[in-house]
């Protein structure tokens, strides 16, 4: 699974051009290709991300500047390495002593990425396209966070930088110009999204929780999330109500007395093992009537039902059960995966085009070159007739200078015109071909891996292990 040397090669320089002796990697482990036994035993904590890049960049010679990213169902270390290294063995064996896991079994689960393809996985992975849940919100703020520990430690750099600022600008585009992110994909998260239809504000509602199981927990949080104004807890063992109501900064009632308070509660989570149902239409009626008739949200989680499926008819109260939330659940699935089409075409529109960008930078060189060649034909030839021509006065030397000089710039005008248009135009690898081409026509001296291939970048084509 290690990378192969290849011929294409684009880089980094401190401001974002080209710098001959720079790559971009990505080498890692996702949901993708390991299991969750494996992602545990490598996540770092918050405060031990950057101290680990700098012991990368330190005990790996190849390594100049790095990223690591650590979230559940990734650890990553974005790189930028010297052209002459593969970072790919040092990455995994750093990671290895890191966590006391054997090297060769991160080898099986590993891969590895750069140049174009690890510019787009950045890409991607910033605009959740690679997360388990496409179009969840978290990664991006975790990326962003673990990208600024790097850089306040100063172990991630201004070489680095241009990768993963561009990385948010198309994050924030696919979030701007898709739907990816605004349907709900759980059973909690829908059982929110349909209370917000309910009610166009949850920021003056009440919220009951009957039972602990983990979705109605999950659904609370989720409410929590959106700006619920309180929650009320309870259990048939009251301490687990109490347990539960202070993680929430909620209110704890006792199991046998929760209708007494139902009146207060706007949206209802029913979460309880249970042979019949807790909560029947006649119940129900007597609490719409303490409610004054005000709409009431009842989702019910429970299998079997909680909530008699007849309190539905009741005027203003809104029943769902989990199949309700789960087919709700599937259609905006379907639509994320839609709407995900089209983020998948902008990110390879951004990757593109930075690739292109990177490009056109790395033809800067030749067109430095160009420039400083014909200058010196133009000064040579100048001095010479400057010497036989001794008798001008200062202010005629002066002219011909001048006159001189702007032949030259008004003979590169369209030259240089053409070779920016041209390369960025060009993908890597025919941006090295111009520069080659450049390079024998005007018999300039030769660069240092310019323009073969785009940021401390090699493009190798393809994708490794995903």
Known sequence: MSAQPQSKVTRLRPDGG????????VVGISHH???VSLRERMAFSAEGLAPAARRLVASSPGVVEAVVLSTCNRVEVFAMVRADADPVGPVVEFLGREHSVPPALLDQHRYAHRGRAAVRHLFRVASSL???????????GQLKEQYRLATDDGIASARIRPCF??????????RSETGIASKAVSVSSAAVDLAQRIFDDLGDKTAMIIGAGKMSVLAARHLQGHGIA?????NRSFDRAVEMARGFGGTPVPFERYTQYLHLADVVLGSVATSGHILGVGQMADVMRARRRKPMFLIDLGVPRNFDPAINDLDNVYLYN???LSRVADEHRAEREREAIRAEEIVEEETERFWRGLSARDLT???????????QIRRAELDRALSALQRLEPPERR???AMTTAIVNKILHAPTAMLKALASESDAESAAEIAEMVHRLFALEPLEGEARGGPGVRDDGDDQGE
């Open 18 to 25: 080209a710098r001959p002796d720079l790559e971009f990697w």
């Open 33 to 35: 290709t390991a299991p």
């Open 130 to 140: 690679d997360s388990m849940m496409v179009g969840e919100p978290q990664i991006l």
């Open 165 to 174: 600022e561009r990385a948010f600008r198309v994050a924030k585009r696919v």
């Open 230 to 234: 309180s929650v009320i807890v309870t």
């Open 322 to 324: 989990i199949d309700d």
């Open 365 to 375: 060189p030749t067109i430095v070159a160009l420039r400083g060649r014909l200058d």
């Open 399 to 401: 002219a011909l200078e």
